[in-house]
């Protein structure tokens, strides 16, 4: 390893290490951050941050912008290079204050780390995407022929979703006891382990549709599984039972472990 190596690797170690124990950050936002340090140093060749002006960061900018991908679109969205650029800022700004390159990273520079105006608002706005209809989650909820306990989970999940408006990450993080079922409320509570947008505690209640049977097909699922004897703390979407041993792996069965991502509930 090279000193200049050596010396970009420390600081950016140390940058992580602020918006973690200083700033409170979680760990999937540090993994961002380094990825677009790490894009920097990529299009750089890994050259020493002191050597930062805006004439590197126009470029970089600009090679945003150019570089190839392997997605339909072929290169970066507006809304990717945003989000590297707008971190990227951060670090810099957060360097320029760092005893050896006050007077060589210059926060007036480091503002040619941004998109247009107009690119920005762009970036910042979001895509319009195709939301299913009431009628068609009917089709795909009553179509679903309930032959053993995954598909009864996996109905009482959709179900959940459309009567409730919960992230998906939310809700396949939520215990027993973040339901009640009395006052058939949902109580998002990060303190619980529950995944809310940016840990804020949540209370949910069903939506009003116009029709029962989403509501009745989850109360179903919460009965069936307090029956099963599911104690306060055991997530109320489990994953597909899977272990070693007895009774292992099953294609109809939950266990009672929480699903480690959220890929498999999407697919759903």
Not at 64 to 84: I, P, V, W
Not at 120 to 130: E, H, N, V
Not at 152 to 172: E, K
């Amino acid at each position: 390893m090279t000193k200049t190596t050596y010396e970009n690797e420390l600081r950016k170690r140390e940058f992580l290490e602020q918006l973690k124990g200083g700033e409170g950050f979680a760990k999937d936002s540090l993994t961002k951050f380094a990825e677009a340090i790490g894009q920097w140093q990529t299009f750089t060749d890994n050259d020493d941050f002191a050597n930062f002006d805006k004439t590197k960061a126009t470029a970089f900018r600009d090679w945003l912008r150019s570089r190839k991908t392997k997605t339909a679109a072929g290169q970066l969205s507006l809304r990717t290079q945003d989000n590297y650029l707008r971190r990227l800022k951060r670090f810099f700004e957060w360097l320029s204050e760092q005893p050896g390159y006050r007077n060589k990273v210059l926060k007036n520079e480091v503002d040619y780390l941004r998109l247009s105006k107009g690119d920005a608002r762009i970036a910042r706005s979001g895509t319009t995407r195709r939301m299913p209809t009431l009628e068609e989650a009917k089709k795909i909820i009553e179509g679903i022929e309930v032959k053993n306990e995954i598909d009864m989970r996996d109905r009482a999940m959709i179900c959940f979703a459309l009567i409730t408006g919960c992230r998906i990450f939310a809700y396949v993080s939520l215990r027993m006891k973040n339901f009640d079922k009395e006052r058939k409320r949902i109580n998002q509570n990060p303190g619980d382990g529950v995944h809310t947008k940016n840990s804020k505690r949540i209370l949910t209640t069903f939506f009003p549709i116009g029709w029962d049977k989403p509501e009745r097909y989850f109360m179903e699922w919460f009965e069936h599984l307090e029956k099963k004897d599911f104690q306060p703390d055991d997530p109320i979407f489990p994953a597909t039972l899977c272990g070693v041993g007895s009774p292992g792996y099953s294609k109809t069965q939950v266990g009672r472990t929480f699903w480690s991502s959220t890929s498999a509930a999407r697919k759903i």
